[in-house]
């Protein structure tokens, strides 16, 4: 079998096939074979009529259009192989020679996967939260345990943020009474700490608000009963004591201070691999293929379905608990497809661009990864993949894998301010630091 390639419009190409005489006569002959089970011939068991006769009773030409049929999928996947294709979408076959005697040959117009432009993939500068621990991280988190242990004292002033107030709260046909709020917290109803900031005990309150996953505003009524402040305790030796496995608020801030430097450097690494991806994203100025756009749309799709299938639930109550219309659902998601292929059509370019190949012991080490997760063995997981010929995707997973570690290692790293991190900060094992960069 010979197969040629001519590049067309946009990311399309025209695979010609050639199947010569030989290999088309396999296909000849188990189309023959199939249809001595199918004709009835007197004087022979179904299957056992020869070639001849049934040649001689049907017509080569039948016989050869059967073959045909039953052998095109398999030319044109091998043909694909051989041409080193990546098909996004179904062909469009034109059969160019099918007589009766003679080679076989089609042509197949068909989409692959483009290869996008990423210029100046080499310069891209992200932005992630400092890692550095400052005094006022750690005071902030000393308040937050301290507000755990306040005491409320009742106040005659207008409540305002962080205050407790005592209301009756009045919703449709709902009631709620001597219910405990604190202002600020923005944990029961939509416009109510607006409505809250400023009042005083008997003040009445009314105004419509309109649920998450409601289709209409609800009266709401609010009486204020009662105006707390909340009373910290002073961050002594006693307190933090009492507090805390430590005997001491210079020991209590310094567990802090280490377990704050744990949680930023997690997450400035973090965000340094989703801005880095990002980054390249925005690099991609070409149109993506629809037939890619709309595998990923059904894939999420298919993926949300069946999330809350284990739920309970279905996309349609989904979508009335989120107040989402359908239409505003497919434009999110289509969106959101979008950039997902951008993604991995610039993670595919750049590793091409760097020319970067996993080896046979990143594909295994991959296989084992996924033998782990679905709880099979890795030889059993491998020799299935093998079979349904899915080893050419985990290998392309892993490249794209490769491509974004190598993308994350050569960004320019800054934070919020613009000072330069310094990728070693980020490191679990690294030192707490306890100030920013100077300028």
Do not use: C
């Amino acid at each position: 079998m010979k197969a040629t390639v001519e590049p067309l419009e946009g990311n399309k190409v025209k695979l010609s096939v050639e199947v010569d005489d030989s290999e088309f006569e396999k296909a000849l002959d188990a189309a023959f074979r199939k249809m001595a089970h199918e004709v009835r011939i007197p004087g022979f068991r179904p299957g056992k009529a020869p070639r001849k006769l049934l040649e001689a009773r049907l017509g080569k030409d039948t016989a050869r259009q059967e073959a045909l049929r039953e052998a095109l999928p398999d030319y044109y996947a091998q043909a694909v192989k051989d041409a080193d294709l990546d098909p996004i979408a179904p062909p469009e076959i034109d059969i160019t020679s099918e007589g009766a005697e003679g080679p076989i040959a089609f042509d197949a117009v068909v989409e692959v996967r483009p290869l996008v432009a990423i210029p100046g993939y080499g310069g891209l500068q992200v932005t992630v939260p400092s890692p550095h621990v400052t005094d006022e991280d750690v005071d902030r988190q000393i308040d937050r345990m301290r507000e755990r242990d306040a005491d409320l004292r009742p106040v005659e002033r207008a409540a305002r943020s962080g205050d407790v107030v005592t209301i009756d709260l009045t919703a449709g046909d709902s009631d709620l009474a001597d219910t405990s709020y604190e202002v600020g917290s923005e944990s029961l109803v939509p416009g109510l700490d607006e409505q809250l900031a400023g009042a005083k005990v008997g003040d009445i309150l009314q105004f419509d608000a309109t649920a998450q996953g409601a289709e209409e505003p609800t009266s709401i009524r609010v009486l204020v009963k009662d105006v707390k402040e909340k009373v910290l305790p002073e961050p002594t030796d006693e307190w933090a004591a009492e507090a805390s496995e430590f005997e001491t608020v210079a020991e209590l801030r310094e567990d802090t201070r280490k377990r704050l430097a744990t949680v930023k450097r997690l997450q400035a690494s973090l965000a340094m691999r989703d801005e880095s991806l990002k980054a390249l994203v925005q690099l991609v100025e070409d149109d993506v293929p629809k037939p890619l756009v709309d595998q990923e749309v059904e894939r999420r799709a298919r993926d949300l379905s069946h999330r809350l299938e284990h739920q309970g639930a279905s996309i349609v109550q989904y979508l009335h608990a989120t107040g989402t219309t359908e239409e505003q659902f497919v434009g999110q998601l289509t969106a959101d497809a979008v950039e997902a292929v951008k993604a991995d059509l610039a993670l595919r370019a750049l590793a091409e661009a760097e020319q970067i190949e996993p080896t046979e012991e990143d594909v295994d080490e991959e296989v084992a990864r996924l033998a782990q997760r679905f709880e099979v063995k890795p030889d059993k997981l491998r020799k299935d993949l093998e079979r349904q010929e899915a080893i050419p995707t985990v290998r392309s997973d892993v490249k794209k894998a490769k491509a974004l570690e190598w993308l994350v290692q050569h960004v320019e790293v800054v934070d919020e301010e613009g000072h330069p991190i310094d990728r070693a900060d980020l490191s679990p094992e690294a030192e707490p630091l306890e100030q920013e960069p100077a300028e």
